[in-house]
């Protein structure tokens, strides 16, 4: 009879090892490298509204295109203050590269699309097309 020795630490090397290679490299990189900036949408009378708060991006760090009725955001908050001394290191701002896109609403009119960043919150207006009223037709049938 073969005897094997009791390892209780056995899974939890194995659970570790599995962690480490989900975490490869280069999905390190894409998680100390990006952020999500939170986004508030509301619809009104004539426009829709998208609210994206974006604190200590500059202006000049964001994109936006409306392509094949999709809004894509894309940006970079750089680097902030970053506290080094002999003992501990803080930097809690998030920081790096950011994309979100949205599926917009037939009735959007891309062409007139505006965008403003004040204040650290980017405020897009996607203003509705007139709506084409639909009558209907007598069909006269012959």
């Not at 999500?36 to 619809?43: A, F, K, S």
């Not at 007139?112 to 405020?123: Q, T």
């Amino acid at each position: 009879m073969l005897l094997t020795r009791f390892d209780p630490f056995k899974e939890l090397r194995s659970l570790e090892k599995r962690i480490s290679e989900a975490f490869s490299s280069d999905l390190k990189k894409d998680l100390f490298t990006s952020f999500t900036p939170t986004v508030n949408t509301r619809e009104g009378e004539f426009a829709y509204h998208i609210d994206v708060d974006l604190p200590g991006v500059k202006k000049e760090d964001i994109s936006v295109k409306v392509e094949n009725n999709i809004l894509t955001l894309k940006g970079e908050r750089k680097t902030k203050e970053e506290v080094k001394k002999e003992d501990y290191y803080q930097c809690e701002s998030s920081f790096g590269s950011f994309s979100r896109s949205f599926t917009l609403p037939s009735n959007v009119d891309a062409e007139n699309v505006h965008a403003e960043n004040k204040d650290g919150v980017l405020e897009i207006t996607l203003p509705k097309k007139e709506a084409i009223s639909e009558t209907a037709k007598e069909i006269n049938v012959k």
